[in-house]
């Protein structure tokens, strides 16, 4: 009998908790559904265990929350004597059950759990695990995935999500821990005393709001200047049914931010997401009841439109064989003459707000920026700031901005001009959450300058150790007032960036699968890369870099342009980054599209799409 079948009937004989019983029974039968779900025991991956939630060892259970715990647990009483974490959770389907139950399991193994009694977004378990000097910590998320997925992320006691060194040995203790073990789970750690279970209260959420507000970057050394300009900045916020509202909210209160509009039928947390089914902020169709409340708000349901280029609005679906066409990055304002009155930015945070998502009124019409956008105009902007003193900031030598290797390479013409050290890292904060412990490890932590990814991912200042969309919401509402004091937005503010440093155009598209036989194909591809490159498919490669784990394929071409591949670490999807550099703005888009249709004719050749 082949493994997966034989791992299905050892679940079929055991006493499961009744839904998980009820849809083990459902799928009898189903070779296709049999295999995916337990063909597999999910590992770490870029950001901790995540998948859909249902029964078998490939899926996010119970169960095998218990299994990865009780082997943490393990890996915790082997080094600390009284070990104890923080845990927290997001507004999704039953992460509230899974964070209770895991603290059971923590207490039934000797490890002691201050548990978040509300959804909590990801920075702040960081913070709480750095600020109360604990042991590690937990957070139960699936970002900004659909709400049939859930996740187990893993923190250690310098708050740092795991590092893959930490995470094999964690799955070397998963892989002798059983599945269904016999016994008293109490028993499951002999000799470990009963670890207690704690609530943690509002003082958290407290420090974690004043140490953020003592970060705030003010661009001039008058406070009260900058207060006043962002009194008169607009604000449409949502926080897509998450947990970021009360802290987004706050922060931007702190700093002085007065006109909020808040969009009614995301402000509640609901692991529905009734109005979004893909509360992701990269996409611009997210901003869809975002941009109704912003045109509501003067009058008139429906005044925003959002206009997608082929896709219906959907962009990237989670569907065998898909890519998704690329969508327009604006929304048109319609009844012109009341475009005063509109917010200047919308910003949307995800479900556990470890991400930012921008769109800025420019000329009529609200432009969405992608996370490489965002990231290009705050580190211009916190170079700028600190080169000018403000308040005590210096830019020393020897300062470094962090950032993975699949985002702008514009921002290393901006470090360059400012004397600031760039650092690539692996995809993943985890990876710059190292290099940031590695600068502290050397007495040199205050040289940690910026950190950012693509996918909407940024950090300033030493308070935390993942990215913070919160952070971020207050440093874009900063740098728009910036702006806006000046007549400019931050349009304006990424054409002057662009004219200082050259044009650049970045695209990406996924290809992405719903089972797991798709992963297969990933590694086919990547296999293929590693060998002979792209210069078979008549591209003019002038150096290339293959990287096996994580596993990354990036070329330089001779046209001041760059692709980069590499599988999801979370999902089982492939993804394709395309920059290119131009002397004018259309210049590097069309180059980019170019590169981008190329692609997507590759891996159809391939065999990736139909």
Same mark, same amino acid.
């Given at each position: 009998?082949?493994?997966?079948?034989?791992?299905?009937?050892?679940?079929?004989?055991?006493?499961?908790?009744?839904?998980?019983?009820?849809?083990?029974?459902?799928?009898? %039968?189903?070779?296709?559904?049999?295999?995916?779900?337990?063909?597999?025991?999910?590992?770490?991956?870029?950001?901790?265990?995540?998948?859909?939630? %249902?029964?078998?060892?490939?899926?996010?259970?119970?169960?095998?929350?218990?299994?990865?715990?009780?082997?943490?647990?393990?890996?915790?009483?082997?080094?600390?004597?009284?070990?104890?974490?923080?845990?927290?959770?997001?507004?999704?389907?039953?992460?509230?059950?899974?964070?209770? %139950?895991?603290?059971?399991?923590?207490?039934?193994?000797?490890?002691?759990?201050?548990?978040?009694?509300?959804?909590?977004?990801?920075?702040?378990?960081?913070?709480?695990?750095?600020?109360?000097?604990?042991?590690?910590?937990?957070?139960?998320?699936?970002?900004?995935?659909?709400?049939?997925?859930?996740?187990?992320?893993?923190?250690?006691?310098?708050?740092?999500?795991?590092?893959?060194?930490?995470?094999?040995?964690?799955?070397?203790?998963?892989?002798?821990?059983?599945?269904?073990?016999?016994?008293?789970?109490?028993?499951?750690?002999?000799?470990?005393?009963?670890?207690?279970?704690?609530?943690?209260?509002?003082?958290?959420?407290?420090?974690?709001?004043?140490?953020?507000?003592?970060?705030?970057?003010?661009?001039?050394?008058?406070?009260?200047?900058?207060?006043?300009?962002?009194?008169?900045?607009?604000?449409?916020?949502?926080?897509?049914?998450?947990?970021?509202?009360?802290?987004?909210?706050?922060?931007?209160?702190?700093?002085?931010?007065?006109?909020?509009?808040?969009?009614?039928?995301?402000?509640?947390?609901?692991?529905?997401?009734?109005?979004?089914?893909?509360?992701?902020?990269?996409?611009?169709?997210?901003?869809?009841?975002?941009?109704?409340?912003?045109?509501?708000?003067?009058?008139?349901?429906?005044?925003?439109?959002?206009?997608?280029?082929?896709?219906?609005?959907?962009?990237?679906?989670?569907?065998?064989?898909?890519?998704?066409?690329?969508?327009?990055?604006?929304?048109?304002?319609?009844?012109?003459?009341?475009? %005063?009155?509109?917010?200047?930015?919308?910003?949307?945070?995800?479900?556990?707000?470890?991400?930012?998502?921008?769109?800025?009124?420019?000329?009529?019409?609200?432009?969405?920026?992608?996370?490489?956008?965002?990231?290009?105009?705050?580190?211009?902007?916190?170079?700028?700031?600190?080169?000018?003193?403000?308040?005590?900031?210096?830019?020393?030598?020897?300062?470094?901005?962090?950032?993975?290797?699949?985002?702008?390479?514009?921002?290393?013409?901006?470090?360059?001009?400012?004397?600031?050290?760039?650092?690539?890292?692996?995809?993943?904060?985890?990876?710059?959450?190292?290099?940031?412990?590695?600068?502290?490890?050397?007495?040199?932590?205050?040289?940690?300058?910026?950190?950012?990814?693509?996918?909407?991912?940024?950090?300033?200042?030493?308070?935390?150790?993942?990215?913070?969309?919160?952070?971020?919401?207050?440093?874009?509402?900063?740098?728009?007032?910036?702006?806006?004091?000046?007549?400019?937005?931050?349009?304006?503010?990424?054409?002057?960036?662009?004219?200082?440093?050259?044009?650049?155009?970045?695209?990406?598209?996924?290809?992405?699968?719903?089972?797991?036989?798709?992963?297969?194909?990933?590694?086919?591809?990547?296999?293929?890369?590693?060998?002979?490159?792209?210069?078979?498919?008549?591209?003019?490669?002038?150096?290339?870099?293959?990287?096996?784990?994580?596993?990354?394929?990036?070329?330089?071409?001779?046209?001041?342009?760059?692709?980069?591949?590499?599988?999801?670490?979370?999902?089982?999807?492939?993804?394709?980054?395309?920059?290119?550099?131009?002397?004018?703005?259309?210049?590097?888009?069309?180059?980019?599209?170019?590169?981008?249709?190329?692609?997507?004719?590759?891996?159809?050749?391939?065999?990736?799409?139909?």
């Amino acid at each position: 009998m082949e493994k997966h079948l034989q791992e299905y009937a050892r679940w079929q004989a055991q006493h499961l908790p009744e839904e998980l019983a009820a849809e083990l029974a459902a799928i009898r %039968g189903d070779e296709s559904e049999i295999y995916d779900r337990f063909c597999r025991t999910m590992h770490f991956g870029t950001s901790g265990l995540r998948g859909r939630m %249902g029964v078998g060892t490939n899926r996010i259970n119970a169960i095998m929350l218990g299994k990865v715990t009780r082997a943490i647990s393990r890996y915790l009483t082997a080094r600390y004597e009284a070990p104890a974490m923080v845990i927290g959770h997001d507004t999704r389907h039953n992460s509230r059950e899974y964070a209770v %139950g895991i603290a059971k399991v923590f207490a039934q193994c000797g490890v002691s759990s201050c548990l978040f009694a509300e959804p909590t977004p990801v920075p702040v378990v960081s913070f709480a695990v750095r600020h109360l000097r604990l042991n590690g910590g937990i957070m139960i998320t699936a970002s900004h995935n659909t709400k049939e997925y859930n996740g187990y992320k893993v923190y250690d006691h310098y708050g740092n999500q795991i590092d893959d060194c930490k995470a094999a040995l964690i799955e070397q203790y998963m892989e002798a821990e059983p599945t269904f073990p016999k016994g008293a789970e109490k028993d499951l750690t002999a000799g470990a005393k009963t670890g207690t279970i704690s609530f943690l209260g509002e003082d958290i959420k407290e420090a974690y709001l004043a140490a953020l507000q003592r970060e705030t970057l003010w661009w001039t050394d008058d406070p009260a200047h900058c207060r006043e300009a962002l009194g008169e900045l607009r604000v449409c916020y949502t926080p897509l049914n998450g947990c970021g509202r009360d802290y987004v909210l706050t922060a931007l209160d702190n700093i002085g931010v007065r006109q909020i509009l808040r969009v009614a039928r995301q402000d509640a947390p609901n692991g529905d997401f009734p109005t979004c089914p893909s509360p992701n902020p990269e996409y611009p169709e997210t901003f869809a009841e975002a941009l109704r409340t912003a045109g509501g708000s003067i009058g008139g349901e429906g005044l925003m439109q959002l206009a997608s280029a082929g896709d219906g609005g959907q962009g990237e679906q989670q569907c065998e064989n898909h890519v998704p066409h690329q969508t327009a990055q604006t929304a048109s304002v319609q009844g012109g003459q009341a475009a %005063g009155a509109l917010p200047d930015l919308l910003l949307a945070t995800d479900p556990d707000s470890d991400r930012l998502g921008v769109m800025v009124l420019h000329a009529g019409r609200y432009q969405h920026l992608s996370g490489n956008e965002v990231g290009e105009i705050l580190f211009d902007y916190v170079c700028r700031v600190h080169a000018a003193g403000i308040r005590g900031r210096q830019l020393g030598d020897g300062q470094v901005m962090m950032k993975s290797i699949v985002s702008s390479p514009l921002t290393e013409d901006i470090a360059k001009h400012y004397g600031v050290r760039i650092k690539n890292v692996f995809t993943g904060f985890k990876n710059i959450a190292a290099a940031i412990e590695q600068l502290g490890q050397s007495g040199e932590r205050e040289r940690f300058l910026f950190g950012f990814e693509e996918s909407l991912g940024y950090l300033y200042g030493d308070y935390t150790r993942d990215k913070d969309g919160i952070m971020a919401a207050q440093l874009i509402c900063l740098a728009a007032a910036e702006a806006r004091a000046q007549g400019l937005t931050l349009v304006d503010r990424l054409q002057s960036i662009y004219e200082t440093y050259g044009y650049l155009a970045g695209k990406s598209f996924s290809v992405y699968y719903q089972d797991e036989k798709g992963r297969g194909k990933m590694q086919r591809i990547m296999e293929r890369l590693f060998a002979d490159g792209l210069k078979p498919d008549g591209f003019r490669v002038k150096k290339e870099l293959c990287y096996r784990k994580p596993p990354l394929y990036c070329a330089d071409l001779a046209d001041q342009a760059r692709i980069i591949v590499r599988p999801s670490g979370t999902e089982p999807k492939l993804k394709t980054y395309i920059f290119c550099r131009g002397e004018a703005a259309q210049e590097a888009q069309d180059a980019a599209a170019e590169i981008a249709q190329r692609m997507q004719n590759k891996w159809k050749d391939e065999g990736l799409y139909e």
